[in-house]
């Protein structure tokens, strides 16, 4: 029992970076995420139907001391325009501390391959407050000015939703 219960949970488990090793083209963040780059997407709720989408513009800059700065700018199709200021700091072990004034509970940013992943804590607007939402973040370079980008998000370990969107280097 404990052996089908173990290959159970294991086969729920989503990929790990390891399985991207090897796929190009290679995505460094500090090479696709540097100067004007736009997005489009969708929001889906849990159970997977599209109840937004959205563009966004997102300027990305790296100052000497190799910290990013991505400035994102949100226009959703009821209207709502967000905006997040990701700050991007290196940590001892090479990879990038994310963090933004929405984020309450900060990322670590790491990457081989062709892929990036990211997990973190956002508190967005729910009804007439906010609610705080865990985000698996994938990012995938499919060419070197192009990037899908998908979010898992959940609650207490309920997926709530999804963002599914493209971001393209101008």
Known sequence: MVLI???????????????????EPTLTPQEFFTGELSARGVVKNYSGKVIRTFDADISASWN?????????????????????VWTLT???????????????????????GNAINMNYVLRVPYGDGTIDVSMDDWMYLITPDTLIN?????????????????IQKQ
């Open 150 to 166: 998908e979010t898992e998000m959940t609650k207490w370990g309920f997926k709530v939703g999804e963002i599914v969107l493209v």
């Open 90 to 112: 290196p940590n001892e072990n090479g990879w990038l501390h994310a963090d933004a004034g929405d984020v309450v509970e900060p990322g670590i940013m790491r990457w081989q």
């Open 64 to 84: 000497d001391q190799g910290v990013g700065t991505l400035d994102e700018v949100f226009r959703f199709n009821d209207g709502e325009v967000q905006t997040r």
């Open 5 to 23: 219960l173990t290959a159970a949970l294991t086969g729920c488990a989503g990929p790990s970076l390891d399985a991207y090793r090897d796929m």
